[in-house]
């Protein structure tokens, strides 16, 4: 009963270097997120998938890039990182897009911190 | 574009008192729904509320409930007799509803109660 993890939990790399976070869920939900949370910003989304294979730009996607070759992954790459995406990651999955559906609501990862020296 | 504004960077309780948060949020959208999602150290995001713009009535879950007042797009979470496990950030969002996959946050509120 994993629910949805986030691997690593924290990683330092520096800059120039590609790294790729992780995230896994178990609810073979259809939907899911990547945001990344910063001081003054909230919570802001990257990358969003629909389905397996299917992906889409969020508000904030340049500088990263996703997969999603299996419904229960779907890991967030850095080309090339650069100090500014030094943050917090979190992944979500959704069983639907549609939030107002009952009981359907977004279940969000323990976060992944990342600091890009 | 929908947003969602947060006016309270940080805010203070005593234990066992009452404490409102603040959210404005904007959208075109007649369909939608809001919620507050809580933040504690551990860094796990967990629902705490939500509201279904249609409906009149304010959501209430225990100790938590909210002032929604559509007419002036606010949504405030009022926390009643509040307890150190409340010390959090407090984060608004916003959701279209069906053909929207964006839920839209607030910047956050921390929430810091006193014992």
């Known amino acids: ?52 294979d299917i992906t889409d730009k969020g508000e904030v996607p340049d500088g990263y890039v996703v997969s999603r070759s299996k419904t229960e992954n779907f890991p967030l790459t850095l080309e090339s990182a650069t100090r500014s995406q ?17 009981g359907n609501r977004q279940f969000f990862g323990p976060g992944t911190r990342l600091t890009v020296l | 574009a929908q947003t969602v504004t947060q006016s309270q960077p940080e805010m203070s309780v ?10 404005t949020y904007d959208t075109s959208e007649n369909n939608y729904y809001l919620f507050w999602y809580k933040q ?22 225990n100790r938590f409930s909210v002032n929604f007042q559509k007419a002036a797009k606010s949504f405030s979470l009022k926390i009643s007799d509040s307890q150190l496990g409340d ?20 910047k956050g509120t921390k929430l810091s109660v006193i014992p």
Not at chain 1, 41 to 46: K, S, Y
Not at chain 1, 86 to 102: I, Q, W
């Open chain 2, 40 to 61: 504690p150290p551990s860094r796990q995001m967990i629902l705490v509320i939500r509201q279904e713009a249609y409906k009149q009535q304010n959501a209430t879950e």
């Open chain 2, 87 to 106: 010390t959090a950030m407090y984060f608004c969002a916003l959701h279209s509803g069906a053909g929207s996959y964006q839920l839209t946050f607030g």
């Open chain 2, 14 to 23: 005593q234990e066992a008192e009452t404490v409102t948060l603040s959210c």
């Open chain 1, 86 to 102: 030094t943050s917090v990651y979190f992944c979500a999955s959704s069983e639907s897009e549609n939030l107002g559906t009952s």
């Open chain 1, 1 to 52: 009963d994993a629910g949805i993890t986030q691997s690593p939990r924290y990683k330092i790399t520096e800059t120039g270097r590609q790294v790729t976070l992780m995230c896994h869920q178990t609810w073979s939900h259809s939907y899911m997120f990547w945001y990344r949370q910063d001081l003054g910003h909230g919570l802001r989304l990257i990358y969003y998938s629909a389905a397996a």
